[in-house]
């Protein structure tokens, strides 16, 4: 079954429409909250997932994820306060540009730009997803132990300086923690301390609610709890003339481009994609000088960026089953919860479901649009909710949603438990990004290492004669060692100016 095969009135079901809209309008007001963000949005409403059908949950979780990478500028523009961490590259000019017109010019710029960036991002994941996956149809057991390897190098490579130790020790402890339960060759339980609730690993739900929701509910508390914002609530209108569309044509493609590569690239993240876009913008524009004081291009590129990562980073998920980013790393939960392995195979064991939710992702993007259109101006006077009302809440739905996710009691004392540890190595600033991405690929990576040992004999042999393992090794090799060049590099610089300032000082 190819694209032009596929059964559209699979798609435009009543169910499906309906958790698209639910998805986008959560979404979008839990990303425009400052602080709580795409991951936080999807961790919420995954425990709903349970009683629907896969393509449905999956694409629940889709447009939330698009709709809370658009609801982050809500708050960065208005407030000044980023909702999304990627939307800190918005703020730049997002809050000049708010000032000097009006807040909706400027939401309305962030807006369109979501859009065409999320739209791009979905046609690359519509046409590039099925030739990659038929190129990975060839590839076997060695090359994907490699992949995930190169998945878990990314993402501990991706810290800021001084927690690459902690970043890696998370990798760990994510690897670790994806072994508990019983062992998938010889039946033996492993690491449950004799709790049969164990038998089947961590719960899913579970993990991530430990892992994001009560420990951003706890951060909240420590140091925003009574913390009111003042929302300049006035002028919110998203319209845009064509002329000033097309005036941020260039920045938008920019962005789509760099957005979409990010995403595909495992770790790298909307983050990275965001302040790319921005610099980038910044090199080709006419005018470089007012990035900063409220130019339209630097909302569009970092926020085109945003939402076309989303598309781009689903694009390995379904090609290799490798997760591009944390987000959809979470959204590989609801296919594990409804028994799906994500993958090249993917395409020939239900292409219906596939086509499904790649075809579907489109839809989120338009729903986001025509609801974000709708309704900012509404988002935008919520925020002053104060966090002392907001955060029992959000900490209620998420225990009871985490709880019905598996009716045991196990699930949700481990998550609260979780939560207290997680925000104590959040505090460490140890990275949940690393430790979700190795709790994923730990079993890729563990049940392929171990069928190509079976194969082989014991023998590692596979991973240095096969072309495809030799290349992707000498990708790896040059993901280990990059960073040692760039140490050189900088000591070499820094080294450079002292010399300059001490043959300065000599001068003067």
């Not at 499906?16 to 990303?31: E, H, K, R």
């Amino acid at each position: 079954m190819g694209i032009l095969d596929f059964d559209f009135s699979s798609l435009f079901t009543l169910t499906n429409m309906v958790v698209i809209i639910i998805g986008t309008f959560v979404g979008l007001v839990i990303g425009a909250l400052p602080g709580l963000g795409a991951t936080i949005a999807i961790v919420f409403l995954l425990p709903f997932t349970y009683s629907m059908s896969p393509v449905a949950a999956v694409l629940l979780l889709l447009s939330a994820y698009q709709a809370a990478e658009y609801g982050g500028s809500i708050s960065s523009i208005t407030l000044g306060i980023p909702g999304t961490p990627a939307a800190a590259a918005t703020l730049e000019d997002g809050v000049p540009l708010a000032r000097k017109k009006s807040p909706g010019k400027a939401l309305g710029y962030s807006l369109t730009a979501s859009t065409i960036g999320g739209i791009f991002g979905a046609l690359c994941l519509i046409f590039l997803t099925e030739p990659i996956a038929n190129f990975a149809l060839k590839l076997s057991d060695p090359e994907f132990v490699l992949l995930g390897i190169m998945g878990l190098i990314a993402v501990a490579s991706i810290s800021t300086k001084g927690t690459m130790t902690k970043s890696l020790i998370s990798v760990v402890l994510g690897l670790m923690a994806g072994t508990i339960g019983m062992d998938m060759f010889i039946g033996s339980p492993r690491f449950t301390m004799g709790q049969l609730d164990l038998m089947e690993g961590l719960g899913i739900v579970a993990l991530l609610i430990g892992l994001f929701a009560i420990p951003e509910i706890l951060r909240v508390v420590k140091d925003e709890l009574h913390i009111k914002f003042a929302s300049n609530s006035s002028n919110l209108s998203t319209k845009l003339e064509l002329k000033e569309i097309k005036s941020v044509a260039k920045p938008i493609g920019i962005g789509s481009v760099i957005g979409t590569i990010s995403g595909i690239l495992p770790g790298l993240g909307t983050v990275a994609a965001s302040w790319f876009s921005y610099i980038g913008a910044k090199k080709v524009s006419k005018s470089p000088e007012t990035f900063g004081k409220g130019n339209p291009e630097g909302i569009a590129a970092p926020e085109s960026a945003n939402n076309a990562s989303v598309g781009g980073a689903l694009i390995p998920l379904f090609a290799l089953g490798i997760p591009g980013s944390v987000g959809i790393a979470i959204v590989m939960g609801a296919f594990i919860i409804h028994g799906i392995q994500p993958g090249p195979r993917i395409f020939a064991k239900d292409p219906t479901l596939t086509y499904g939710i790649l075809f579907g992702f489109l839809l989120t993007t338009v729903s986001m649009y025509i609801i974000g259109r709708l309704l900012t101006p509404l988002f935008a006077r919520m925020l002053v909710v104060p966090n002392s009302f907001l955060m029992p809440i959000v900490l209620v739905i998420a225990l009871v949603g985490g709880f019905s996710a598996s009716a045991k009691y196990f699930d949700l004392w481990f998550s609260l438990i979780l939560g207290v540890l997680s925000f104590i190595f959040i505090m460490g600033r140890f990275s949940m990004a690393a430790f979700v991405m190795a709790y994923v690929l730990s079993p890729i990576i563990e049940k392929s290492l171990r069928r190509t040992l079976l194969l082989t004999e014991g023998s590692y042999s596979a991973f240095v004669t096969r072309p495809a393992s030799l290349v992707l090794l000498f990708i790896i090799l040059l993901m280990l060692i990059s960073p040692l060049f760039s140490k050189i590099k900088n000591r070499r610089k820094e080294s450079k100016l002292a010399e300059d300032s001490t043959a300065a000082a000599v001068k003067g």
